[in-house]
């Protein structure tokens, strides 16, 4: 067994001996809302977002970007299970900022090992063979946050399976300080009818 493997499941014991009545928790978010961030490690939305377990949906994804399946998410998580509220909260230092889909597709056909990345940029550390498949995929990488914030709001806002009267707030997320900056321009494009 891999140290993570024992460690995770060890942490799992911890947590069914104290889970008490947490399986009565209803399935529909307490608090009526749902949030499509990023998956780095570094945010804790429980803890940015005040969120105890069965509150609100939480939807993570590389860079907290809008896609077809974060929508899926979301579409759901209202039609249902209720919420009424959603925000898109993406973070400084993302690694999404990194690298370009000509990067990451070039990459891709060069290895499936892990790269590295240094000040002359990313590198293969592993031989081939690779895959051109990635070419295919548009990784949603991220220029400037504030305009990834307001792209994914407003896909979102003008999706056509997403209700008006849902508002969509648009925030970044400072990972130095824990503060959630809001993107006005987002809001104002997510505002509910």
Known sequence: MSKILEEVLSANSSYVASFADKGELALPPARSFAILTCMDARLDPAKYAGLAEGDAHVIRNAGGRASDDAIRSLVISYKLLGTREWFVIH?????????????????????????????????????????TEGKYINWLTIKSQE????????????HPLVPTEIPVYGYIYDVK??????????TQAGKGI
């Open 147 to 158: 305009e990834s914030v307001l792209e994914d709001v407003k896909r979102i806002r003008n």
């Open 177 to 186: 300080s824990g503060k959630l900056i809001e993107v006005p321009e987002a």
């Open 91 to 131: 973070h400084t230092n993302c690694g999404m900022e990194l690298f370009t889909n000509e990067i990451m597709s070039g990459l891709l056909a060069s290895s499936l090992k892990t790269a590295s990345i240094d000040a002359n940029g990313w590198h293969d550390c592993g031989e081939g063979p690779g895959c």
